[in-house]
């Protein structure tokens, strides 16, 4: 264990040290560099996110959509618009891969900030008098929150991938992830303390500002690392099949179908889905119904990503590599279903805003940091083509599906109890339960596969 000054270094301080900051020297400008990027995407996603479904479910609550008798207000609405987010990105990612195969990344990150700049312009126009642009203006904001998800998040780490390898990505991801994690929690605070005091107008010209910084931190990235490299960098997949886009989803599916494990995975991913989705919708529900106007709800939402973040942090930090490693994964899968059994108890007994306000927090927070963490690891001892084409099948087209189930449960009982939401928890809670036999089959697979995959490994000297 390091020492200083003859006295050693606490546990905590020393792993966190290890854990985060194992950086060289040459590496600094590029691993902050790359932290602030991601720092910069993520707390725009935050700005966005309470601000778009303020508005979707105000809008919508007093003007409900009336489909086949039924009248679908805010929080059923917005079900509705996750189906659309879904049908929007699948067209987004098509047309990302595509480009992302003909244009040098960095050109290309600089051209979705100035796409961006001017949506976010337009609608800084109008988002806070959308009475000028309807329902369809509503649904445009919505899905725009969920586009920058897609293709900002995915372009960045593509950009931080190219400029990596393995070994540099184990030591430098823990400072870039947590510059992500930081930077929700700045995001979600600028809408919890701003927004009803200026309105959504100002914050979303605010915007132009972190998106001029993304495309400076870009360009400056790129050079520094052309001038280290001695190389000018390109498409990084020149070499790749230019379409090998449906092949792969169909050999990712056979790879899933003809595996235990894979199928193990895709229904850990799927029943979190359905499940997050519903805890999600309850908590539209409960801020429409409880919280008046439109710039109120913002905050709260705020609030929560405040919540949500605050939970990443201190989760990531404190217990993610301490669990995984001293406890094992299938321990690590648990923290996240745990918790959401007690909240989804607790709301079941005795619904109110605020604990559903801390159960979605639970949520995402450990989603975003010790589930995610484990979930990833199961892909380790697979191969290649797992680690690509299944993966990539699964995240893509299972997780999707998934998400049109929860829309499917949710306003079926939604109708069913005509407005019980504290009811959807008892689906909630034996999904929970089926959640943790799964974890358990994927354990204790994964330690064979893993013990599997040692004993072949070379012994070196």
Request: proline share 4%.
């Amino acid at each position: 264990m390091p020492e200083r000054s003859g006295r050693r270094e606490p546990y905590m301080l020393s792993t966190l040290r290890k854990e985060l900051f194992d950086i060289r020297p040459s590496e600094f400008p590029k691993a902050f560099g790359l932290s602030a990027y991601f720092f910069l995407v993520i707390a725009i996603f935050w700005v966005l996110k309470p601000m778009k479904r303020g508005l979707i479910i105000g809008y919508f609550g007093n003007d409900p959509i009336r489909i086949l008798g039924y009248a679908f207000d805010g929080a059923q609405a917005e079900q509705l618009g996750k189906v659309l987010n879904m049908i929007v990105a699948f067209a987004v990612v098509v047309a990302f891969t595509w480009l992302v195969r003909r244009i040098p990344r960095h050109r290309l990150i600089v051209a979705f900030c100035l796409v961006f700049g001017g949506l976010f312009a337009f609608f800084g126009l109008y988002v806070d008098n959308i009475e000028v642009l309807g329902g369809p203006g509503v649904w445009s904001f919505y899905v725009l929150g969920d586009i920058w998800t897609t293709v900002m998040v995915a372009t960045f780490w593509a950009f931080a991938n190219d400029l990596n390898t393995g070994e540099e990505a184990e030591r430098l991801y823990g400072v870039i992830g947590l510059g992500g994690v930081l930077g929700g929690f700045v995001g979600a605070s600028i809408v919890s303390g701003y927004v009803r005091e200026i309105g959504r107008e100002p914050l979303l010209w605010g915007l132009l500002l972190p998106l001029t910084a993304i495309a400076g931190l870009v360009w400056y990235i790129h050079h520094l690392e052309v001038q280290q490299s001695g190389r000018e960098a390109c498409c990084p997949d020149d070499a790749v099949d230019d379409d090998p886009t449906p092949n792969a989803a169909i050999e990712g599916a056979k790879l899933v179908l003809n595996s235990r494990y894979l199928l193990g995975i895709a229904a850990l991913l799927g029943v979190y889905e359905i499940v997050s989705n519903v805890i999600d919708f309850q908590l539209g529900v409960y801020v429409e119904d409880t919280i008046d106007t439109d710039l109120a709800r913002d905050e709260f939402f705020g609030f929560v990503g405040q919540l949500t973040s605050a939970v990443s942090i201190g989760v990531q930090l404190l217990l993610t590599s301490f669990v995984m490693k001293r406890m094992g994964l299938k321990i690590a899968l648990l923290f996240l279903p745990v918790a959401l059994f007690a909240g989804s108890v607790g709301f079941l007994l005795a619904p109110s805003l605020l604990l559903v306000g801390f159960l979605s927090a639970s949520d995402n927070g450990l989603n975003y940091s010790i589930n995610q963490s484990a979930r990833e690891a199961l892909y380790t001892p697979t191969s290649q083509d797992v680690k690509y084409k299944a993966k990539a099948f699964i995240d893509m087209f299972l997780q999707r599906a998934a998400k049109v189930v929860a829309v499917a449960l949710n306003l079926g009982l939604d109708i069913l109890t005509a407005g019980g939401i504290r009811w959807l928890s008892i689906p909630v809670i034996l999904l929970i339960a089926g959640w943790s036999y799964v974890i358990r089959f994927l354990g204790r697979e994964f330690e064979e596969r893993k013990s599997e995959a040692d004993s072949e490994a070379p012994i070196e000297a």
